[in-house]
């Protein structure tokens, strides 16, 4: 079986468009190869993020990591945490390993690994070379009206009506 196909456009130019902020990372160069500890076998840790503060009326954040890369119509979710406080602006290396590492109130969804948590990078040997869109999503109301049992795709939907902002930066792999 053959895994050539075209490349996925980038998924968050296909939605509403909203103002877009900073966001940096000591762990993720945009654009550029991810770090061994940010593969699934090999560290599973999630990246330092910090970013602009979202603009006037950001009452919380949602962060996330997908691949629109996967080899299935759907993409792959890496990461989703919810509710993290408006006054929040980063996240430490290793902030998703569980919801006890989050801020207080935040949590985690399930990602596509089946886990309440960050799961790093895996893309199939031989594939084309993946991209992981880390995504700071500025929120217009404090709680997004989700819990740890939404999907990452009722996230998504609710992110596009309450989203006023996003920032991201873009890590590849290929294995």
């Known amino acids: 079986m053959s895994l050539d196909r075209p490349v996925t456009p980038d998924p968050y130019e296909l939605l509403p468009a909203v103002p877009a902020f900073d966001v940096t990372s000591a762990d993720v160069t945009d654009g550029q190869p991810l770090k061994q500890d940010q593969m699934y076998d090999a560290g599973n840790t999630s990246p330092q993020l910090s970013w602009e503060p979202g603009p006037e009326g950001t009452q919380s954040y949602v962060v996330t990591c997908f691949d629109p890369d996967a080899p299935i119509v759907s993409g792959f979710w890496h990461w989703?945490?919810?509710?993290?406080?408006?006054?929040?602006?980063?996240?430490d290396t290793g902030a998703g390993a569980s919801d006890d590492t989050l801020p207080d109130g935040a949590f985690?969804?399930?990602?596509?690994?089946?886990?309440?948590?960050?799961?790093?990078?895996?893309?199939?040997?031989?594939?084309q070379v993946h991209r992981y869109y880390f995504v700071v999503h500025a929120v217009?109301?404090?709680k997004l009206g989700v819990d740890s049992s939404a999907s990452p795709a009722v996230v998504g939907f609710n992110l596009a009506f309450k989203t006023l902002a996003r920032g991201m930066v873009v890590g590849t792999y290929q294995f």
Request: aromatic share 6%; charged share 30%; glycine share 8%.
């Open 140 to 142: 217009k109301e404090p």
């Open 80 to 91: 989703v945490a919810v509710d993290i406080p408006a006054d929040v602006t980063s996240l």
């Open 108 to 127: 985690h969804v399930r990602n596509d690994f089946s886990e309440q948590r960050f799961g790093g990078a895996a893309p199939p040997e031989g594939d």
